[in-house]
């Protein structure tokens, strides 16, 4: 990119997305945190199911995604980018801890 706040290229994201399956591939995480929207709303499509978790009381959402990988579902939060204008990280910890108990009470053997 030559400048900061740059549109990304559509090429560049086709291309970050096997990457990423790779990297997925050989970690195996439960939860993958990504910072952006732009950036969540363009990982690869193969995602089982998607949800959003909201707080009303601070007007945000946690998007979430859902992988299988080597039978082995992994669990990506989109949030907003720290950098965002109006970023807090107090109501992004809120949302997380709630999507962390939703997760446990959905899966009872996470984390591995």
Not at 11 to 30: G, Q, V
Not at 56 to 81: A, D, P, T
Not at 90 to 103: G, H, M, N, T
Request: proline residues 7%; aromatic residues 12%.
């Amino acid at each position: 990119m030559d400048k900061p706040k740059q549109k990304t290229p559509v090429e560049y994201w086709e291309n970050a997305k096997e990457p990423f399956k790779e990297i997925l591939d050989r970690l195996l995480p439960d939860i993958v945190i990504v910072t952006g929207y732009q950036t969540f709303e363009n990982l690869p499509d193969e995602c089982i199911q998607c949800k959003s978790i909201t707080i009303k009381e601070i007007s945000k959402e946690l998007k979430v995604k859902k992988y299988v990988i080597k039978k082995k579902v992994v669990n990506i939060c989109g949030m907003w980018h720290p950098a965002t204008p109006g970023f807090r990280y107090a109501d992004w910890r809120s949302l997380y801890k709630k999507f962390y108990k939703e997760l446990k009470k959905m899966n009872n053997t996470w984390p591995r």
